[in-house]
């Protein structure tokens, strides 16, 4: 079974400059989850979805960040305009529905952003 | 004070010791508890979770839970050095995961 991916692994982008930044949850995962680690911090929520709809964004940083998922499948984070503050890795999660199995959350390999 | 904290290390172990790592919360009303372990530059991998008081065994690791302490503990017993990377505790509250900032492991042949 395919675990969660992530795309691009690595992202160099200026101030100003738009990144989009794409997760695939494990398949058949309903809940999908964006979190970032900014260095010498902790890992942090940005936001939950369940299927294509947005169950908590209490974690999203400002309105420069605006996420998707259309479909209940993919799910989109876009960045724009970036901001130096940005920077830092972003992991994408994925878990089942309660009731599916455990309720457990499976973390992809995260986007490193960097914006000069 | 954080929601989750813990103790950032490193903790320097010897090949063959048990390594304990530790982590306290603050939401009383936390009931899920994980623990996951991140290699550099790698994503985070759950090696643990752990819902109910005492313990839990899976192998050479062994998560603990006290919620009247609000503590959760891992035991990495006979601790290898492929052990060493940083462990991260997370609590869930209203299905996301609070995360401490981790515990740096160093295990040495």
């Known amino acids: 079974e395919a675990g969660v991916t992530q795309f691009p692994s690595h992202s160099v982008i200026e101030k100003g400059q738009t990144v989009t930044l794409r997760c695939d949850p494990i398949s058949g995962h309903d809940n999908l989850y964006w979190y970032r680690r900014v260095m010498g911090k902790e890992i942090k929520f940005l936001l939950h979805?369940?299927?294509?709809?947005?169950?908590?964004e209490s974690g999203m940083p400002n309105n420069r960040f605006l996420a998707e998922r259309t479909g209940g499948t993919y799910s989109t984070l876009k960045v724009q305009p970036a901001e130096l503050e940005d920077s830092g890795v972003y992991f994408c999660?994925?878990?089942?529905?309660?009731?599916?199995?455990?309720?457990?959350?499976?973390f992809g390999p995260g986007t490193r952003l960097t914006v000069l | 004070q954080k929601e989750v904290e813990q103790n950032s290390g490193p903790l320097s172990v010897p090949e063959g010791a048990i390594a304990s790592l530790n982590c306290t919360y603050s939401d009383r009303g936390s009931q899920s508890f994980f623990w996951y372990r991140q290699y550099s530059g790698k994503s985070p991998e759950l090696i643990m979770s752990i819902y109910s008081n005492g313990d839990k065994e899976d192998g050479r690791f062994t998560a603990q839970l006290n919620k009247a302490s609000q503590y959760v503990s891992l035991l990495i017993r006979d601790s290898q050095p492929s052990d060493s990377a940083t462990y991260l505790c997370a609590v869930k509250n209203t299905g996301k995961l609070i995360f401490g900032q981790g515990t740096t492991l160093q295990v040495k042949p």
């Open positions: 979805f369940v299927k294509e709809s947005k169950q908590d």
């Open positions: 999660a994925s878990s089942p529905l309660p009731g599916q199995g455990d309720n457990e959350q499976f």
